[in-house]
């Protein structure tokens, strides 16, 4: 078994998929549109995606333009090379920092908090080795 993708539901898909581009770095896969029963899908990732790394799903409900986020989802985690910089490339593209870089409590990861147009938090953790070759360099 492996990690395939993580599926999120989007109030705009055209507004998240331009968040997660433009703003994370990740690229448009692929995408589909199912009119029959009124939804859109797309996901996104890093080096192509699958096999090689998990991709983000957004689900577009065309009927539905916003979510409640409930509480038992927590964040979606990116390894970084910088997260300092990484902060500052997604300030730059008018990306919103919830986090600013600096250590976990109680330990010396660095990590950062953004959030994106939907409200779902993506953690920042600073991991230069594991990081190579996804966005935000």
């Known amino acids: 078994m492996r990690f395939l993708h993580t599926m999120l539901r989007v109030g705009n898909l055209e507004r998240s998929i331009g968040f997660y581009t433009n703003v994370i ?17 797309a996901f ?3 080096d192509g995606g699958n096999p090689g790394q998990a991709e983000i799903e957004l689900t577009w409900n065309w009927d539905t333009d916003h979510y409640e986020l409930g509480t038992a989802f927590g964040h979606i985690a990116l390894g970084v ?3 300092a910089a990484a902060c500052e490339t997604i300030r730059a593209a ?17 990590i950062a908090f953004v959030e ?3 409200g779902y938090k993506i953690e920042l953790i600073e991991r230069p080795a594991e990081a190579a070759g996804g966005g935000l360099r």
């Open 25 to 41: 770095g990740m690229q448009l896969l692929r995408r589909s549109e199912n009119p029959d029963y009124k939804y859109s899908l």
């Open 44 to 46: 996104l990732g890093f």
């Open 81 to 83: 090379p910088d997260v």
């Open 94 to 110: 008018g990306g919103k920092i919830t986090r600013e870089a600096g250590p976990v409590k109680g330990g010396r990861t660095v």
């Open 116 to 118: 994106d147009p939907d």
